[in-house]
């Protein structure tokens, strides 16, 4: 049988190879589509608790959010919560993402901070160029911008409708790459004496859970997150990431699924003869029909491992020559396998009880 299979797909090489590409674009699809969500997610949350704080005090319902946290919770409140016994310091931050960016692509987040308070609570440190200033179109970048962009000190990034001059450049990576004075955002979005987020740093990083149990008693309409678990949240991902995922995930099954249902259903039909002759010669129902999906199993067996090897070097390319984050996950390589696998069984159910149900008379008087 095995010979009997390796023929059939040699004998059409060009069909068998679209069709081994047709599954390996699946697989492509979801290794690398899910790689590249979930590492940009957990980059951004490693990031996020690159910061040095334990705590960050939001509004209740926002949570976490690749979206603009809004610039709601009043500024008096920050006397309060600097008061809570175990906070070191809280520092307030604005938070405003924008659609474009440089170049009109992407998405760039822009953070506003007082820069003392926030040096104060966090592991920010000045490497090249000057302190950010309280007020006034000014911004520090992190050096991870300024080495992808060529940035240098008195350069202008366009922000909140302006042009900010860059009078520094900072480590480490934390939050956004590009910060600008907490008044200068407030202003620019009409949100004066308000503000996205509280950063707080603790006397005791050991009492952290004590803490922010305090903050929660004291204002329960917001929320406390610790940093510590930020990489996780981010990696988690969210609702409408889950969603497109999903989604990615159902139409790269259902190409392969179609790719293999195509490829033996064209392959059965040209073959009527062949398996009338099988069936007049004593070959049984259950023989042709395991012929048809071992030859759709060596199809999808071939797709997956070449997708995964194609799947494997373009991250490669990807990661070394553009620095993008892709995490290739052991779940969406375990479900692109399974899934390439089980659409060359299924998709090739049909045409295999088709073949396995032909009238040996009428499939030799076939043409």
């Given at each position: 049988m095995n010979n009997?299979?390796?023929?059939n797909l040699t004998h059409h090489p060009g069909r068998t190879f679209a069709s081994i590409i047709g599954v390996a674009v699946g697989?492509?699809?979801v290794v690398l589509t899910v790689g590249l969500v979930r590492g940009t997610l957990r980059e951004r949350g490693q990031r996020d608790a690159n910061v040095g704080v334990e705590l960050m005090m939001r509004q209740s319902g926002q949570g976490l959010s690749l979206t603009s946290a809004d610039m709601s919770i009043p500024m008096k409140i920050l006397a309060e919560v600097n008061s809570i016994p175990g906070v070191a310091v809280a520092t307030p931050v604005g938070q405003n993402l924008e659609m474009g960016g440089e170049g009109g692509l992407g998405i760039r987040q822009i953070d506003g901070i007082v820069f003392d308070q926030f040096?104060?609570?966090?592991?920010?440190?000045?490497?090249?160029?000057?302190?950010l200033p309280t007020s006034g179109d000014f911004a520090i970048v992190d050096v991870k911008y300024?080495?992808?962009?060529?940035?240098?000190?008195?350069?202008?990034?366009?922000?909140?409708?302006?042009?900010?001059?860059i009078v520094g450049i900072y480590e480490p990576e934390s939050g956004s790459r590009i910060k600008v004075p907490l008044a200068t955002m407030q202003q620019a979005l009409g949100?004066?004496?308000?503000?996205?987020?509280?950063?707080?740093k603790c006397v005791n990083p050991d009492q952290q859970e004590q803490v922010a149990q305090s903050i929660v008693d004291k204002f329960?309409?917001?929320?406390?997150?610790?940093?510590?678990?930020l990489p996780k949240l981010f990696a988690g991902g969210f609702a409408g990431f889950n969603v497109f995922l999903n989604v990615v995930k159902g139409l790269a099954t259902v190409i392969s699924l179609l790719v293999i249902m195509l490829t033996m259903y064209s392959t059965v039909s040209e073959r009527t003869r062949q398996i009338g002759i099988l069936k007049s010669l004593g070959a049984s129902k259950l023989?042709?029909?395991?012929v048809v999906e071992k030859e759709a199993l060596m199809i999808s067996l071939l797709g997956v491992l070449g997708g995964l090897a194609f799947a494997v070097a373009v991250r490669f390319i990807l990661v070394g020559k553009l620095g993008l984050k892709i995490d290739l996950e052991a779940d969406s390589i375990l479900y692109s396998s399974l899934a390439g696998l089980?659409?060359?069984?299924?998709?090739?159910?049909?045409p295999a009880l088709r073949a396995a149900s032909l009238d040996p008379v009428d499939a030799l008087s076939s043409d």
């Open positions: 009997f299979v390796a023929a697989v492509v699809l040096t104060a609570a966090s592991n920010l440190r000045i490497t090249r160029g000057e302190a300024a080495l992808d962009k060529k940035t240098k000190i008195g350069d202008i990034v366009n922000g909140l409708g302006r042009d900010f001059k949100a004066e004496d308000k503000f996205s987020m509280l950063f707080i329960p309409e917001y929320r406390v997150i610790f940093t510590r678990d023989w042709i029909a395991w089980l659409s060359g069984v299924i998709g090739a159910l049909y």
